[in-house]
């Protein structure tokens, strides 16, 4: 098995390499801030290390607290990421085309931090930590830009989470 991304859900679909739908992975990615350096080329390599799955709405593709070694680029549909305070299901974020998540279990191997539930039908393009290490091993230039697209949203959302848990933080003078 690739991944076990989606495994939650029985009617998830196995759609095959993410280089079998390049064109919608290159209009999906280009557009979105995080990953306007890429190139097309750029683009297509990375499809080429990406397993594509296609779920319906309401599916859960990943839980908090489960393991995880995988992040996913939302392609088509939307969904929400849920993070568990005090019992109840908050929403965290909402997804979007071209969006990512689970890219901290990615690059650490622990426990998924939040859910992700689809609100519509959906296809998603997944990367597991093997695939990024031999992405890493086979082309190192794009395996780099990769990390730092990764290290620019997870510091993007670092600042985010920051500002929404500490409002007014920067507005009090030394």
Partial sequence: MISAFAELEPDAQA?????GFLNEFID??????PFESLTNEDAALLSQYMECYGVPRNATVLR??????AMAILLTGA???LKNHHGRQKIVYRLQPGDMFGEMSLIDGQARFASCVTTEPSDFAVLTNARLKQLLDDHPRLG???LLILLGVANTR?????TRALPGLLDDPL
């Fill in 15 to 19: 759609l095959g390499p993410a280089s």
């Fill in 28 to 33: 999906t990615l280009r557009p979105q801030a």
């Fill in 64 to 69: 908090e607290g489960d393991e995880g070694d």
């Fill in 79 to 81: 969904a929400a990421v």
């Fill in 144 to 146: 780099n830009k990769f």
């Fill in 158 to 162: 670092l600042r985010l989470a920051t």
